[in-house]
């Protein structure tokens, strides 16, 4: 049933509820979002949650690994995340059994997930959300490896363009607006490679209507490319994963209506953890960092910042 009622919809960057945030906050899982109803209203909230959800000890070898404790389950549903993405290099840091654990806790919250499952099938699977009559589709990607999904095998949504453009190309005809994760490029790169635009491209051309990326756990530039939005990569949103608190960082706020989508760039400040609207003088840092960062592409983005109130 079709509405005229504007659908928001918000997405931010990578989010891990694990080591250095589960040492500070232990058991108080109302703590990371305290201040996050200054966002409010939304329909639906996306991250990359860079972390299995598992109790199991058995870690892969690797130099960093993490894994969320299932009582930040009530963090996520704090926060109103309605959707995440599991394709990144941090899901398979427990191996298949904490794949497998990420897939049951997060089915008994309700909270969706794209880009992994327990074949190849399954991990390429989209989700298709409907709210207020409008049908949003979410696919998510991250690069082969020994944890990519197979035929018989739990494991990731591998990055193949041939996959990619024949899921996007099958889910277009089923949806209003079509979302694609990417988790790429090179950490700490203030700019995306010539591959990823390449990509993205490509991705917009089979009928991709915003690309978020992740993973360079800083914030890029933002691209207008035939009539689609590419976040090559909205940087930290809550990122337990090292000891560093506080920082500036933005999310994505799409409004759909009956006209083509508003997107705007909404800097954050996270201070102790806790991500809320930023300064104004935190906010023009913000834009101004993304603003020179989009000045590579032929069609920037930027055109109006901060929150509609």
Excluded at 226 to 231: F, M, P, S, Y
């Amino acid at each position: 049933r079709q509405t005229t009622e504007p659908v928001v919809l918000l997405f931010a960057g990578d989010l891990i509820l694990a080591h250095r945030l589960e040492s500070a906050v232990g058991d108080n899982t109302e703590y990371v979002f305290e201040h996050w109803n200054e966002l409010q209203p939304f329909d639906l909230f996306m991250v990359n949650l860079e972390n299995p959800i598992t109790t199991s000890s058995t870690k892969v070898e690797k130099e960093f690994n993490f894994k969320m404790h299932p009582k930040y389950l009530r963090t996520l549903r704090s926060g109103g995340i309605t959707i995440v993405n599991m394709a990144n290099n941090h899901v398979a840091d427990y191996g298949l059994e904490g794949i497998y654990d990420t897939m049951r806790y997060l089915d008994s919250v309700g909270v969706q997930y794209v880009g992994i499952g327990k074949n190849l099938s399954d991990a390429r699977t989209p989700r298709i959300v409907e709210v207020k009559g409008k049908k949003i589709g979410f696919l998510g990607y991250h690069g082969g490896g020994s944890f990519a999904a197979t035929k018989q095998r739990a494991g990731i949504a591998p990055r193949f363009l041939q996959y990619i453009v024949e899921d996007v190309q099958k889910l277009k005809r089923q949806v209003d607006f079509l979302v694609v994760n990417f988790h790429w490029g090179t950490e700490l790169a203030e700019y995306p490679d010539e591959s990823q635009i390449a990509l993205a491209h490509k991705v917009v051309d089979a009928g991709a209507d915003l690309i978020v990326g992740h993973h360079p756990h800083v914030l890029q530039g933002i691209e207008r490319y035939r009539g689609a939005t590419i976040a090559y990569s909205l940087g930290n949103f809550v990122f337990g994963g090292n000891g560093r608190h506080t920082y500036d960082t933005a999310l994505l706020r799409v409004v759909l209506t009956e006209k083509n989508p508003a997107i705007e760039l909404v800097p954050l400040s996270v201070v102790q953890w806790q991500p809320r609207l930023a300064s104004p003088g935190g906010a023009k840092n913000v834009l101004s960092i993304v603003q020179r960062r989009s000045s590579i592409f032929g069609q920037s983005f930027l055109t109006n910042v901060g929150v509609a109130r």
